[in-house]
């Protein structure tokens, strides 16, 4: 049997060592070994090889723009909106190409090769929508883009944005987001909540909605979310992003929404640099760190994913796409620090992220989509530990970046250290 790519003797994430069998675009054997020819073969003996990474939460009309027109000064979510507000009229269909397109091939070089991100749909123009529609297309070939109608400035508080979203949709957006806490009223958002869901419920979509994102505690969007997916029978299909609110609620409120998002089948996808950075702004001391409760929804049988949010953007002056770095400051934050708890954490932005998009092709299975990526690393905790250089990514059954190793022994004091591949354990 021929193979077009053979990847040979990769360490898996659940320590499996296995050569894999490629032609076309799909996984074709995983074996010990493979002996075939095939047009090309990449040695990664030693190295821990992944199913791509996920980002389930981003916001790519946004990114790479920070400093336009100027920084945020007090770092806070609703300055930041206000300066996305100065940002807008200043668009061109053309620039917030060149900024997606440029964070693709960043993401693409970090091994993250399924996007899902929010486009504003308030404005009259719909230039983002119409921008982001286009880099869909042109990065099908490799990487995997699901766009949200995100109304940012409210479904109702903005005039136009409910007519604006719908058209969105009609245009080919996938999904139907929204911002609850951001409209004037608690009323209002609630009411959003149900409007938007029965919209995605009628034309068959998913659901994916910034919610709660603030430190009052009594903002409680995140029930109405779980009310209406179960309401309109659309279990699996709804996403509650940062749900922050949670953080600072009441305990016995939480036990009592724990099971409703359960039964609900409602996943969640907090973004922890960004919540990190953004919460527990108004707080002296002691200051909340203000991520949702990740280890309690977990252990109540809640699909949990981590998010990426902002990268030099608005919101966030920091950030390089890559997904290991999110799972970094997420396992800190929600002190996931046992080796069980950390492995899930890289799970959490591979394997939980795919299934929150939906993703049926996603994973390192024969017949499944050949998409994987090689890291300096020897297994995922070592993975989260180092960040290390991605060596080789193949996306859709071609190599599409190739980094080479770094083996270069440091000298320390006079003499060769033994530190190499950035502390590697082998
Ligand atoms: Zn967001």
Redesign the pocket.
């Known amino acids: 049997m021929n193979f077009d790519l053979i990847v040979k003797g990769g360490t898996f994430a659940d320590g499996r060592v296995a050569d894999i069998g490629i032609r076309g675009d799909r996984i074709i054997a995983i074996e010990p070994r493979i002996e075939a020819d095939a047009r090309e073969v990449i040695d990664v003996t030693g190295d821990l090889v992944s199913p791509p990474f996920v980002d389930p ?1 981003f ?1 790519m009309d946004a990114t790479l723009s920070y400093g336009t027109p100027r920084i945020n000064a007090s770092g806070t979510l609703l300055e930041g909106i206000g300066l996305w507000g100065e940002l807008k009229p200043l668009l061109t269909h053309e620039a917030v190409k060149e900024r997606a397109l440029a964070y693709c091939d960043w993401a693409v070089s970090m091994g993250l090769l399924a996007i899902r991100t ?1 486009v504003d749909t308030c404005d009259d123009r719909l230039l983002a929508v119409e921008a982001l529609l286009d880099v869909r297309k042109t990065v099908a070939p490799y990487l995997d883009l699901q766009l949200v109608a995100f109304p940012q400035d409210g479904f109702y508080r903005d005039p136009t944005a409910r007519q604006n979203t719908i058209r969105a949709l009609d245009m080919g957006v996938d999904v139907v987001g929204g911002i609850p806490h951001f409209e004037r009223t608690m009323a209002d958002g609630t009411r959003s909540v149900t409007e938007l869901c029965e919209i995605a419920a009628e034309r068959g979509l998913m659901v994916d909605m ?1 919610c709660d994102e603030t430190d009052d505690p009594m903002s409680r969007h995140i029930e109405q979310l779980a009310y209406e997916a179960q309401r309109l029978g659309l279990q699996g299909k709804v996403n509650g ?1 940062h749900l922050t609110s949670m953080h600072s609620m009441d305990n016995y409120y939480v036990s009592k929404l724990l099971p409703l998002i359960a039964e609900a089948g409602v996943s969640v996808v907090p ?1 922890p640099l960004i919540n990190i950075v953004i919460q527990g702004r108004h707080d002296t001391y002691p200051k909340r760190r203000g991520m949702t409760r990740v280890p309690e929804l977990l252990k109540a049988g809640i699909r949990v994913g981590f998010g990426q ?1 902002c990268v030099l953007d608005p919101w966030y002056p920091l950030g390089t796409a890559d997904m290991l770095d999110v799972a970094f400051m997420g396992l800190h934050v929600a002190q996931m620090t046992s080796p069980a708890d950390m492995r899930r954490c890289f799970d959490m932005v591979t394997t939980e992220n795919a299934a929150i998009l939906g993703l049926e092709d996603y994973g390192l299975e024969a017949g499944k989509m050949a998409s994987l990526v090689v890291l300096d690393a020897g297994n995922p905790i070592e993975a989260l530990r180092l960040r290390p250089d991605r060596l080789a990514v193949v996306s859709k059954g071609k190599i599409v970046s190739r980094q080479a190793r770094n083996d270069a022994r440091l000298v320390i004091d006079g003499r060769p250290a033994s530190v190499r591949r950035r502390h590697r354990a082998d």
């Open positions: 939460h916001h929010h910034h992003s973004n949010d």
